[in-house]
C-alpha cells in the first residue's frame, strides 16, 4: 500500500532553517514527480514546491523562491524540503504529495 510518512516540523525562530523529510513507500518513487504542500486553518492547501521524477526539474511558489529547497533521493524514496530564512507567515501543516496520494502532515511553527 502505497504511504508517504512527513518529519522534521518543530518551532523554530525567525530567520532559522528547517529541513522537512517525506520518506515513500509501496509505489514506484523514482517514476513519480513530488511535491510540498502547505496549509493554514481556514486556507486552502497551496502548492509551495515541486521536483521532476529525476530532480532535474523544480518548481516554486514565488513566495518561498531563493529560500526554500526541495530535492529528493531516489535510492532513498525520500523527498526534502530544506527552508531558510523562515518567516512567521511560513508557520503552517506542511504535507508531502505524490502518486495522487497525501502525507499526514507535520506542523511547522515560526515564531520567536
Known amino acids: 500500500q502505497a504511504d508517504l510518512v512527513e518529519s522534521g516540523g518543530v518551532l523554530v525562530q525567525p530567520g532559522g532553517s528547517l529541513r522537512l523529510s517525506c520518506a515513500a513507500s509501496?509505489?514506484?518513487?523514482?517514476?513519480?514527480?513530488m511535491s510540498w504542500f502547505r496549509q493554514v486553518p481556514g486556507k486552502e492547501r497551496e502548492l509551495v514546491a515541486q521536483?521532476?521524477?529525476?530532480?532535474?526539474?523544480?518548481y516554486y511558489d514565488p513566495s518561498v523562491k531563493g529560500r526554500f529547497r526541495i530535492s529528493r533521493d531516489n535510492a532513498a524514496n525520500r523527498v526534502y524540503l530544506q527552508m531558510n530564512s523562515l518567516k512567521p507567515q511560513d508557520t503552517a501543516v506542511y504535507y508531502c504529495?505524490?502518486?495522487?496520494?497525501w502525507g499526514r502532515g507535520t506542523q511547522v511553527t515560526v515564531s520567536s
Open positions: 504529495r505524490g502518486f495522487n496520494i
Open positions: 509501496g509505489f514506484d518513487f523514482s517514476s513519480h514527480y
Open positions: 521536483v521532476s521524477s529525476v530532480g532535474g526539474t523544480t
